[in-house]
């Protein structure tokens, strides 16, 4: 009996040890956190415009391939990814919506002053409810959205000039072609 009481424990010990290095050892990218929202369709929404003409709403998102960035004036690594979004709306193949996160509208509309406006829209999310429909952990975060209004990827983080080439550019070509075939 006493043997059992030592044995049980041990095994178990084993056995745990061994579930964490198979986890550890697995490759995987941390900046990509699985998200249940891939393959749905956008949230349901309304929120009024950062500009004072009108809603955003998820109708916005939908009959073209969209990149909708959450994003905030007092969120330093949405700085850094601010030229990536730049670059998106001058090169015109997508539309870029965007998503003001708990933020003061003065604030915002400073900001986007200073580094640029690539938003067609900004929707102004002051107490964060729609980002929570989104799943959103924090900003910035970007989702590309297809034709149809379908989350296709999302990126948590800022995206970094490395990434726009490897993981954002193909998902929007392969999308853009899905629609063009359509």
């Known amino acids: 009996m006493r043997r059992l009481l030592f044995i049980l424990p041990a095994a178990a010990?084993?056995?745990?040890?061994?579930?964490?290095?198979?986890?550890?050892?697995?490759?995987?990218?941390?900046?990509?956190i699985p998200s249940p929202f891939i393959g749905k369709p956008v949230p349901v929404f309304r929120l009024p415009s950062l500009d004072g003409t009108g809603e955003v709403s998820d109708a916005d998102l939908k009959g073209r391939v969209t990149v909708f960035n959450v994003f905030a004036?007092?969120?330093?690594?949405?700085?850094?990814?601010?030229?990536?979004?730049?670059?998106?709306?001058?090169?015109?193949?997508?539309?870029v919506i965007g998503l003001n996160y708990k933020d003061?509208?003065?604030?915002?509309?400073?900001?986007?002053?200073?580094?640029?406006?690539?938003?067609?829209?900004?929707?102004?999310?002051?107490?964060?409810?729609?980002?929570?429909?989104f799943g959103v952990y924090g900003v910035p975060e970007t989702f590309i959205v297809d034709a149809k209004g379908v989350i296709r990827y999302k990126h948590v983080g800022p995206i970094h000039p490395n990434e726009y080439p490897?993981?954002?550019v193909p998902v929007i070509e392969r999308l853009l072609r899905d629609e063009a075939s359509q």
């Open 104 to 133: 003061k509208p003065a604030d915002a509309k400073k900001w986007l002053a200073e580094l640029g406006n690539p938003f067609a829209r900004i929707g102004t999310d002051a107490k964060g409810r729609v980002a929570i429909d």
């Open 73 to 95: 004036s007092w969120c330093l690594p949405c700085k850094v990814e601010h030229p990536i979004l730049m670059r998106l709306a001058r090169e015109g193949k997508v539309r």
């Open 13 to 32: 010990l084993v056995l745990l040890g061994a579930v964490f290095i198979v986890l550890l050892s697995s490759p995987r990218d941390p900046g990509e």
């Open 166 to 168: 490897e993981k954002i």
